[in-house]
């Protein structure tokens, strides 16, 4: 049964976990939207992402023994795959004259300074830096691209290649994100993959999405466009 071993556990529990906070974001922002009230309930996400990293970090911790990580192995080939994903991310709008998205989390809703705003960013370059990428690549290229050849995925060697497998993580990792995002996400899932049969290294695909986080994130707070995350 799919999700039944303790391996399969390991590699699924800390993105179900992410997506189902997802969801209770879209479920309370919902139910509150429009309502006036203090901060919990105007902008739940201040309160949900930040549970959702410790979950989730909780989840990837209590896991680790399962994950075939190390150290990356040829990291030039993930860094140069993770800046050319964070052109391809930004392009509309830093090159090609899109309007800038401003409507997202944004973290100086307590102001610019200040413990509340130090723990804000904190948590949110957390989550997106750290828990995100091991997460999703963990589940996507760590499980979903071999599970979709053997069901039994720790059989087979990592950055085993199959049309299916290849189609369905990349259009899956796509449709995981904003509709906004799909073209650039459709690109990522193909490149990130890209990692993984070249490389045949699970941590070098989680550098690669790490390092197109940490230069997105600082991208967002250089300009406000806080829709990117």
């Not at 139910?31 to 006036?36: K, N, P, Q, R, T």
Request: aromatic share 18%.
């Amino acid at each position: 049964m799919f999700g039944a071993t303790p391996q399969e556990k390991a590699y699924l529990a800390p993105f179900v976990a992410f997506l189902g906070f997802l969801a209770l974001n879209q479920v309370v922002s919902g139910i509150f939207d429009g309502m006036a009230g203090a901060w919990p309930i105007a902008e739940p996400r201040l309160w949900i992402f930040p549970l959702q990293t410790i979950v989730c970090a909780a989840l990837l911790w209590r896991g680790w023994r399962y994950y075939e990580l190390g150290a990356p192995r040829r990291p030039m080939v993930a860094l140069v795959v993770g800046l050319l994903v964070l052109a391809i991310w930004i392009a509309p709008q830093a090159w090609l004259g899109f309007a800038p998205r401003r409507d997202g989390f944004d973290p100086t809703y307590f102001g610019e300074s200040g413990a509340a705003f130090v723990f804000t960013v904190a948590f949110r370059f957390l989550r997106l830096v750290v828990v995100v990428p091991l997460l999703e690549e963990i589940f996507w290229r760590g499980f979903l691209l071999r599970y979709l050849i053997n069901d039994r995925f720790t059989e087979v060697p990592f950055g085993t290649y199959s049309h299916l497998s290849f189609a369905v993580t990349t259009i899956g990792f796509c449709l995981e994100h904003h509709f906004a995002d799909w073209p650039a996400a459709a690109l990522a899932g193909i490149l990130y993959n890209v990692v993984a049969y070249r490389t045949k290294s699970l941590s070098a695909c989680v550098l690669a999405h790490a390092v197109t986080n940490l230069l997105l994130g600082i991208y967002v707070m250089r300009t406000g466009q806080w829709g990117f995350w």
